[in-house]
């Protein structure tokens, strides 16, 4: 059995390398499993138990590097109780600590996705995931901008004609706008409260948007998550996150999106 307290520093270096390494291989290995659930098209896969199985061995640091080395990944959110680490930014970056009765997850991994080479990359990236669906069964999506960006529109009286709203909105503003022009009072139930969408409404004041960056520290391979978003009035909208070159919308700091593999 080894004494950590009497083992010399390079030892559980080794060690420790040894067992990222070998959590990288289950977490490998775990992306050919796939076990099918009659209520969803969606399969688990154990890539799922994998994971789990690397933070109960590794703890929160041997998983984040694990993860780190891996080439589907791009971005990494931690758990704000469990510490900040390079390469990673705490969830509450993107407000995923609140306070719903559900468990939170301990690591948020963002999947690598990439633009096959059209014109207008938003209408045309592939996302790399732990799933067996083919092209065209739909999935939840990736950080990557051509998962953010989607269409909306909007017809009637109560809304301007042929405008194009070059403001960011979220689907709690839809909810929010609706109530307004119905006359009905929503008070806030939690941080989730939207905005009227006042631009795309006759004689409505057009808000600024201003856009903002969040960047973490760099890891020990140099990767950093990044994440990019815009502000209107005190809401935030998130345009894209992840590692830059391996998320549309998140160039390389070469300033060249990288494809997959490379």
């Known amino acids: 059995m080894l004494d950590v307290r009497t083992a ?14 070998t959590g990288s291989a289950l977490m490998a ?20 138990f994998a994971l789990a199985l690397v933070v109960a061995l590794l703890g929160t ?8 080395d891996q ?31 559900t468990p939170n997850p301990s690591i948020v991994v963002n999947f690598r996705s990439y633009a096959t080479g059209c014109d207008e990359p938003t209408n045309c990236s592939v996302e790399v995931s732990d799933t067996v669906l083919r092209q065209g069964q739909g999935m939840h999506g990736s950080f990557g901008r051509g998962d953010t960006l989607n269409f909306t529109a909007a017809i009637g009286p109560d809304f301007k004609a ?15 706008t609706m109530a307004q022009l119905m ?9 989730l409260t939207g905005r009227v969408m006042s631009e795309a409404l006759p ?16 890891a020990a391979n140099g990767l950093r998550t990044v994440v990019k978003y815009q502000r209107v009035l005190s809401q ?21 999106q990288k494809t997959a593999g490379k």
């Open 8 to 21: 010399s520093p390079a030892r559980l270096r080794a060690i420790q390398a040894a067992l990222v390494i």
């Open 29 to 48: 290995l775990g992306a050919h499993v796939s076990i099918p659930v009659p209520w969803s098209p969606v399969p688990i896969t154990g890539q799922t």
């Open 61 to 68: 640091r041997g998983a984040v590097a694990a993860l780190l």
């Open 71 to 101: 080439d589907y990944v791009s971005g990494l959110f931690v758990d704000d109780k469990l510490g900040h680490f390079p390469g990673t930014l705490p969830m509450s970056e993107l407000y995923l600590k609140g306070k719903a009765v």
């Open 162 to 176: 042929g405008y194009v709203d070059p403001l960011p909105v979220s689907n709690a503003d839809v909810g929010m």
């Open 183 to 191: 006359g009905l009072r929503t008070p806030a139930a939690g941080g």
């Open 203 to 218: 004689n409505g004041i057009i808000p600024k948007a201003v856009d903002g960056t969040i960047t973490s520290k760099r």
């Open 236 to 256: 935030r909208y998130f345009d894209a996150a992840g590692f830059p070159g391996r998320t549309v919308g998140l160039d390389a700091e070469g300033g060249k």
